[in-house]
T-cell receptor, first 112, second 113 residues
Framework: AQKITQTQPGMFVQEKEAVTLDCTYD???????LFWYKQPSSGEMIFLIY??????QNATEGRYSLNFQKARKSANLVISASQLGDSAMYFC?????????FGKGTLLTVNP | GAGVSQSPRYKVAKRGQDVALRCDPI?????LFWYQQALGQGPEFLTY????????KSGLPSDRFFAERPEGSVSTLKIQRTQQEDSAVYLC???????????FGPGTRLTVT
């Protein structure tokens, strides 16, 4: 089973700046995946980015990148050029096979 | 294409009532998941289906919770004799393969009074 820790309950960033949201994980599995989801106030969970444990390159999807440091068991999300629409809860999740464990989330507020 | 849909979006039940929550996954998605999200928390796994087979129900909090997916597409989560602690958002997700990215529906907010 995975344990996912997000230590930042809330983060603020100025529009157009970059922000890093922290995520650490703990697992004894050799093969696993790490995911980031965005949950706006409307409630829907939106998939952002995925990193496999055997992927050597950090995953990138547009303005999102995942800073994967396997030895440190961290999978931080970096959002570049923040936009007002990025204000939302962000959840880190991890799992092996099908079962995902989610962290408690970080509330990101983008200031104009 | 259409995403995951859930109905109803909101449900208010009196304590002791039975409720049924519906999930329509993305067409062709083999895997289907139910999660419970309490206020201010991340989603917690309830159960997993591959096609019509319920392969894991380890997250169901009690035997009052029951899920089915009889034809391998639409799924229903049923809660019998609802209790106040059942109040939460119930999220359904589907994925093309078991360990792939999961696509979530908008959730059903259940309030038990």
């Amino acid at each position: 089973a995975q344990k996912i820790t997000q230590t930042q309950p809330g983060m603020f960033v100025q529009e157009k700046e970059a922000v890093t949201l922290d995520c650490t994980y703990d697992t004894s599995d050799q093969s696993y995946g790490l995911f980031w989801y965005k949950q706006p106030s409307s409630g829907e969970m939106i998939f952002l980015i995925y990193q496999g444990s055997y992927d050597e390159q950090n995953a990138t999807e547009g303005r999102y990148s995942l800073n994967f440091q396997k030895a440190r068991k961290s999978a931080n999300l970096v959002i570049s050029a923040s936009q007002l629409g990025d204000s939302a809860m962000y959840f880190c999740a991890g799992g092996s096979n099908y079962k995902l464990t989610f962290g408690k989330g970080t509330l990101l507020t983008v200031n104009p | 294409g259409a995403g995951v849909s859930q109905s109803p979006r909101y449900k208010v039940a009196k304590r002791g009532q039975d409720v049924a929550l519906r999930c329509d996954p993305i067409s062709g998605h083999v895997s289907l998941f139910w999660y419970q999200q309490a206020l201010g928390q991340g989603p917690e796994f309830l159960t997993y289906f591959q096609n019509e087979a319920q392969l894991d129900k380890s997250g169901l909090p009690s035997d009052r919770f029951f899920a089915e997916r009889p034809e391998g597409s639409v799924s229903t989560l049923k809660i019998q004799r609802t209790q106040q602690e059942d109040s939460a958002v119930y999220l359904c997700a589907s994925s093309l393969v078991a360990d792939g990215e999961q696509y979530f529906g908008p959730g059903t907010r259940l309030t038990v009074t």
